[in-house]
């Protein structure tokens, strides 16, 4: 099982949209992939299935529910909380706005998603993390579970900020907690490519990243076919399969594997 938290608190720069399109990606290419939704927001919950389809969230894995007893009672396992996704092969964690209470939890909390993906996540091949736009407890929560971390950013120069933040916070959890937590490399997302980027300003742009990482080499178009995709509760390579955004989401996925390594078993019928 190889663990990555999709991350960065800066909102709205595609960090859904890349977990959902890669986790669709792996599990399309044969890998047996969860996708974790670890944002109160839900979006990458509702971008795969009505709130009618399930009961358990993350918010019931991590918190503890309140004991009327005083007797402590244990948060749900992972296990109660995995939903199979409309993809074959990807199986999902949904969230909702109760997670937002996991903020105010004790600090040994944090430890609990590592410790449940450890026994309840090795029928996995790969697992994806959805963080929220904050430098919070869930974050920590979900870099600390996580062998590599992807970083999207937004190519404009407000995509940018805050940064340094997150490679603060990412340095902060490797020396503390979780020594072995790598970049695995930065996205550049909403690329518009009539507006940006000069050879000049891409390579601004990879100094700002490079603080999180390397960057990939597939931009992420701002294309409208990505946008309405969730609303299908089909990935944008589902939905608009021959259209070009397909081919960079499959180009991308195809580096984060070479990256990882990993076996890259061709489903033909997907193409
Ligand atoms: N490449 C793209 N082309 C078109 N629309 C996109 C693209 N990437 C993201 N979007 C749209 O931009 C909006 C923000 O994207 P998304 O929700 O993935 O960002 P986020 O970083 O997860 O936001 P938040 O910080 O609120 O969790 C969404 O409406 C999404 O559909
Ligand atoms: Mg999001």
């Known amino acids: 099982m190889i663990t990555i938290a999709i991350a960065n608190q800066k909102g709205g720069v595609g960090k859904t949209t890349v977990c959902r399109e890669l986790s669709a990606c792996c599990a399309l290419r044969g890998h047996q992939t969860l996708t974790i939704d670890a944002d109160p927001q839900g979006n990458l919950t509702s971008s795969w299935v009505d709130s009618d389809v399930y009961e358990a969230t993350l918010s019931h894995v991590l918190i503890e529910p309140e004991s ?13 909380a995995i939903l199979e996704s409309p993809v074959e092969g990807l199986d999902l964690v949904p969230a909702d706005i109760r997670l937002a209470r996991f903020e105010m939890q004790p600090d040994y909390l944090t430890h609990r ?16 993390i959805d963080c929220p736009p904050q430098l919070g407890k869930l974050l920590t929560a979900a870099l600390y579970a996580s062998d590599f971390v992807i970083v999207p950013c937004a190519s404009d120069a407000m995509g940018l900020q805050g940064l340094s933040d997150l490679a603060f916070t990412i340095e902060q959890v490797r020396k503390n907690v979780n020594s072995s937590l790598q970049m695995l490399g ?23 990243i490079g603080l999180v990482g390397h960057v990939f080499d597939t931009n992420l178009h701002d294309y409208s076919k990505v ?34 390594q990993m076996s890259r078993q061709k489903i ?3 193409k």
């Open 68 to 80: 009327t007893t005083g007797v402590k009672v244990e948060p749900l396992p992972l296990d109660d």
């Open 113 to 128: 998603l590592r410790n449940q993906l450890q026994e309840h996540g090795k029928g996995y091949d790969l697992v994806f």
């Open 186 to 208: 930065a996205v550049i997302n909403l690329y518009k490519p009539q507006r940006n980027l000069s050879a000049e300003s891409r390579s601004a742009v990879e100094a700002a």
């Open 227 to 260: 946008a309405e995709a969730p609303s299908q509760k089909l990935p944008a390579v589902l939905y608009a399969k021959s259209h070009r955004a397909s081919d960079q989401l499959w180009s991308l996925t195809e580096e984060v594997l070479d990256r990882l």
């Open 268 to 270: 033909s019928a997907v």
